[in-house]
Structure formats: structure tokens, C-alpha cells
């Protein structure tokens, strides 16, 4: 059962340049995946960290905006609200506006009215008084054609009183009163 020098050598089959090879081989690997590691596999999850921070922020900055844009939603159909009030209270001054235009109107219409009406009755009267004046002369060509007939007939009183009466109510005794 001892070995022999042969067969210690050959552990498992493999000689000892084979297994110096190996180890080496090891270390080497070890030392490239180091280096790998840190030139590489650091960066490359540097730039996945990267990338992550920034969909997280996108993400975060969408949300915002979500909310800002449904806040301008809000505002929005709050606006379009108000302008129909709005709407309605500038209509509701302006008829209000007009109706008072229209009473200002009928008043300054009023007003003309009656300012013509008064000019009419004073040219109506001031007719009536040329009308009374022309009458009035009338009168008096018909007093001296009377008071000619009465001289040419040389008539009494009674008859002349007679034909005054009569002329009188040829005449009418509303023109003689006016």
C-alpha cells in the first residue's frame, strides 16, 4: 500500500506542470474577472443604475404633469363655466342698458310730443285770435253797411235794433263773443 513516487505524482492522473497549469490558470481567471469586473461589470451597472434613476424619474415628472394637466382641466371647465355666467351677466346689462335707452327715449319722445302740442295749441290760438280780429272787421264793414242801409231808408230805432239782431245772428254770437 505504499505508493510510489510515480503514483503520488500523478495524484488524480494529472502531473505537476499539468496542475501548476491549472492553479495558474485559476489565478489568472480570477484576476481577469477582477479586472473585467472592474473595468466593465461596474461601469455597465453604472449605466443600468443610470438608466433606472432616469424611467424613474421620467415616470415621476409624467405623473406631475398628469397632475398639472388635469389641474388645468379643472381650471379650465371652471373658466368655461364662468364664461356662460359671464355671458349671461353681460347680456342681462345689456338689456338692462337698452331698456333704459328705451325709457330715455319714450321720455325725450314724451317731451317732443308735448312741446309740439303746446306749439300747436299757441298757433291754434293765436289762429283763433286772427280769425276773431278778421271776424271783428268783418263786424265792422257789416255795422257801416247797416248803419248805410239805415240812413238810406231813414228808418226808426225799432227797425234799426231789428236788422242789428238779424246781422248778428247771421254772424253768430260765438265769433261776436270771442
Known amino acids: 500500500m505504499y505508493m510510489t513516487a510515480e503514483a503520488s505524482e500523478f495524484l488524480f492522473n494529472l502531473d505537476p506542470q499539468m496542475l501548476f497549469d491549472s492553479i495558474l490558470l485559476i489565478i489568472s481567471m480570477f ?3 477582477f479586472f473585467m469586473s472592474y473595468l466593465f461589470f461596474k461601469p455597465a451597472k ?3 443604475t443610470d438608466r433606472q434613476e432616469k424611467i424613474k ?3 415621476d415628472d409624467a405623473a406631475k404633469d398628469k397632475e398639472d394637466s388635469a389641474k388645468i382641466k379643472a381650471e379650465y371647465e371652471d373658466k368655461l363655466k364662468n364664461v356662460d355666467k359671464e355671458a349671461e351677466t353681460i347680456l342681462s346689462e345689456a338689456r338692462s342698458k337698452a331698456i333704459a335707452n328705451e325709457n330715455k327715449i319714450v321720455a325725450d319722445a314724451k317731451e317732443e310730443a308735448a312741446r309740439i302740442i ?3 295749441n299757441q298757433e291754434a290760438e293765436l289762429e283763433k ?3 276773431a280780429d278778421e271776424v271783428k272787421q ?3 264793414s257789416v255795422a257801416s253797411l ?3 242801409k239805415v ?3 231813414n228808418i226808426d230805432t225799432t227797425i234799426q235794433n231789428t236788422l242789428v239782431e238779424q246781422t248778428l245772428k247771421e254772424i253768430g254770437d260765438s265769433t261776436w263773443q270771442s
Open 31 to 33: 484576476v481577469l474577472c
Open 46 to 48: 453604472k449605466l443600468l
Open 57 to 59: 424619474n421620467d415616470l
Open 118 to 120: 303746446a306749439r300747436a
Open 129 to 131: 285770435q286772427k280769425v
Open 138 to 140: 268783418e263786424m265792422v
Open 146 to 148: 247797416i248803419a248805410g
Open 151 to 153: 240812413v238810406a231808408a
